[in-house]
């Protein structure tokens, strides 16, 4: 039965299909966006496929699962505008980032996107100011580019900062039995608790040197940094036995 325009309603559709990538083709596959209208500021071409794609605003109030991620997806975070971008491939990572002037951390080894505004606050920031945004599912690769407002992390690398540093960020992570543990270990036997150590150490993702860690520790103990290490009765007995010899953690790295 004929159409009242005169086309089928298939031959309707195929012709808007058409028109609409003749107008796209006509613009070109990119557009240029920036921070204000007629300004030239901040300007970088976007793929207008992209576009074409609604944008998931992300904010620390309220945390978003993201079930899947398109390979045109594109992404913003609530205030970042102009900051930048960095990605965590292990706990040290992550914990080295959290104190930088970074503002925004993707762990990639467990698929979650941090707020850093550790200026309002210890860690990630002030509640709902800072802190988790995200959960990806699958642990997609991300980047800068799946950001609008954000580009990549220039500054130096991660190294994960002085080795004491390293040491006390480790004991956060251990359980205190486990630290008691290794305390005591270290007390009695230093060249086998310091290989314990930085085995414990390597395990949740720091890299400590052998050779500064003896005298790291030794300092540490002396400025009073352990003293509320509770060791166990069998550490306790030993050390009696040895009539309290050792005092120093690591032997100054003998």
């Known amino acids: 039965m004929p159409h009242d325009g005169g086309l089928q309603p298939q031959a309707e559709a195929a012709a808007t299909r058409a028109a609409s990538e003749e107008a796209v083709q006509a ?30 605003e ?31 491939s292990n706990k040290k990572d ?43 599912k699958g642990k997609p690769e991300l980047s800068a580019d799946h950001f609008e407002g954000l580009s990549a992390h220039t ?36 060249k086998k608790g310091l290989k314990s150590i930085a085995k414990a150490g390597k395990k949740e993702g720091y890299k400590l040197d ?8 030794d300092e540490m103990n002396d400025s009073g940094a352990f003293f509320d290490v509770e060791l166990d009765d069998a550490a306790l007995a030993t050390l009696m036995g040895m009539g309290g010899e050792v005092v120093q953690w690591g032997g100054g790295g003998s």
Request: glycine residues 14%.
């Open 27 to 56: 613009l070109g596959t990119h557009l240029a966006v920036g921070s204000g209208l007629g300004t030239g500021i901040g300007l970088k071409l976007v793929p207008l496929q992209r576009l074409l794609h609604t944008m998931l």
């Open 94 to 136: 992550l914990k080295a980032l959290m104190k930088s002037d970074v503002d925004v951390v993707y762990d990639e080894s467990k698929g979650k996107l941090f707020l850093n505004d550790n200026g309002t606050a210890k860690g990630w920031g002030a509640k709902k100011v800072g802190g988790l945004l995200a959960r990806f």
């Open 155 to 190: 500054g130096d690398a991660i190294t994960g900062g002085d080795i004491k540093d390293q040491i006390a960020s480790l004991r956060e992570d251990l359980s205190d039995s486990k630290v008691s543990e290794l305390y005591g270990e270290t007390l009695i036997d230093p």
């Open 58 to 88: 992300f904010n620390a109030k309220k945390v978003s699962k993201v079930k899947a991620v398109d390979p045109d997806a594109s992404y913003s975070v609530e205030g970042t505008v102009g900051g930048s971008f960095a990605i965590a």
């Open 210 to 217: 052998k050779k500064e860690l003896g005298a790291a520790l």
